[in-house]
């Protein structure tokens, strides 16, 4: 039986667990520690590493994970990570046999350049280009490529659970409200959110569907998020990508 837990690295990260009764992967262990003590703790097998993309929050427990056991290290062909054995992009699947598990990797760059998600089992790891209710920053790619990203990241199933690589969920609220302010269901997700992190849980993962009904930068298409972004902008103007650019410069001035 696959069960899919956060282990916590560094501030607000999380390093996605997929683990039976015997093994485990992980997606994105920007450090090492908290994987090995979780392993030890559980008496689990590393059986393969995944990587999203290059930041080092990301990926910087790699080299030290590969020390205990060679594994399989997956990750982006086309960026900077010294420790990938297996380079996968669009098109490539991921197969995990101890976990009896498969992925499709997707490319969605914008946050960086080549950064991949891997979707299966019911559950999308998109790391630092989808968040609940927010998305990355733009770095190394354009808002055309980010805003493609994220559509294509939502055209998979509603019941779709997504993780995503930090716990930002009640920020990327905040602001979504002040974009989105008459949305029912951002003030339902707030009540939620804030009762989980109390509780000290992590808000995720959420779904697909959630995301589409609370998320602004899937939400470019309504009119209270292009009126708001045209408030932001003092312009007229309705192409998607434009409003998507635009939230995403107030999010980062914001
Ligand atoms: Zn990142």
């Known amino acids: 039986m696959l069960e899919i837990v956060p282990v916590n690295a560094f501030r607000d990260n999380y390093i996605w667990t997929l683990r039976n009764e015997a093994y485990a992967a992980v997606v994105d262990p920007g450090e090492a520690r908290p994987v090995k003590d979780y392993l030890a ?56 046999p101890e976990l009896g598990v498969s992925f499709a990797v997707l490319d969605i760059p914008g946050h ?44 998979l199933p509603d019941d779709t659970k997504v993780y995503c690589g930090h716990e930002y969920t009640l920020a990327n609220i905040k602001f979504a409200r002040t974009v ?20 000290g849980k992590p808000t995720l993962p959420t779904t697909l569907g959630e995301e589409k009904q609370t998320n602004p930068f899937l939400r470019c298409r309504e009119p209270a998020v292009i009126e708001s972004a045209n408030k932001y902008l003092g312009a007229r103007l309705a192409d998607p990508v434009r409003v998507f650019a635009a939230i995403r410069e107030w999010k980062n001035r914001s």
């Open 112 to 155: 960086t350049r080549a950064h991949v998600a891997y979707y299966g089992a019911d559950s999308l790891f998109c790391g630092d280009t989808l968040f609940a209710c927010g998305c990355g920053r733009v770095f190394e790619g354009t808002p055309e490529q980010m805003y493609a990203s994220l559509r294509k990241l939502g055209a």
């Open 180 to 199: 989105d302010p008459k949305n029912a269901a951002l003030a339902a997700l707030e009540a939620r959110a804030a009762r989980l992190r109390d509780a």
């Open 41 to 96: 703790r559980e008496k689990l097998q590393l059986a393969a590493i995944l990587a999203t993309h290059h930041h080092p929050d990301h990926v910087g427990g790699v080299a030290e994970l590969l020390e205990t056991r060679r594994v399989p290290v997956y990750g982006p062909k086309n960026e900077p990570i010294a420790t990938l054995t297996r380079p996968v992009a669009e098109g490539d699947t991921v197969t995990i």
